[in-house]
């Protein structure tokens, strides 16, 4: 099975300063993802989602606003036809020192033992953070920066969706 792994916030839905999470009540989507993500499992790929969620280790939201948020998150994305395989989610707090916040390679090797189906040789990761581009280079797959650096850095999603870098691996 190939994957695209995607980060959550920045990458799918809008991001917010860690204290504005605690208002946040529903996902907002970041201009262009539905599009791509529907491009990506037309190509043949299962969809994770692999996102840090330190703001729950830190106070800032609960572990049912988390939820809540990809609750709805899901919802929408399959009503407009897009598939998410699966979701992982680092809760601990940066200061906490586990195994699986990102760039360690944690929640990907949880995905393998979980979809040992999956083939890395054929899989990617998207994010918009340093540390979603280290754990593709962690991990020996190819990366794609939303506003980081990287061999592949773009702007946004939707300028992402228009290159070829992508379309072409797809």
């Not at 598939?83 to 707090?93: E, G, N, R």
């Not at 033992?113 to 994010?127: K, Q, R, V």
């Not at 650096?149 to 702007?155: A, F, L, P, Q």
Request: charged residues 25%.
């Amino acid at each position: 099975m190939k994957v695209a792994f995607f980060d959550r916030d920045g990458t799918i839905i809008e991001d917010y300063a860690d204290h504005e999470w605690t208002h946040v009540t529903f996902p907002v989507f970041m201009d262009g993802a539905i599009p791509v993500l529907k491009e990506v499992n037309r190509k043949g790929y299962a969809i994770i989602i692999i996102t840090n969620q330190y703001i729950i280790g830190e106070g800032h939201i609960t572990v049912d606003q988390y939820h809540d948020i990809n609750r709805q998150m899901a919802k929408d994305l399959k009503r407009h036809g897009v598939i998410i395989h699966d979701i992982y989610y680092c809760p601990h707090a940066r200061t906490g020192n586990c195994s699986c916040i990102k760039p360690k390679t944690g929640m990907i090797e949880k995905a393998l033992n979980t979809h040992p189906g999956i083939d890395l040789t054929e899989s990617f990761m998207i994010g918009d953070s340093a540390a979603d581009v280290e754990l593709a280079i962690n991990m020996n797959i190819r990366g794609f920066g939303i506003g980081v650096g990287s061999d592949y850095r773009y702007g946004n999603i939707r300028e992402l969706a228009a290159i070829k870098d992508l379309i072409a691996y797809l």
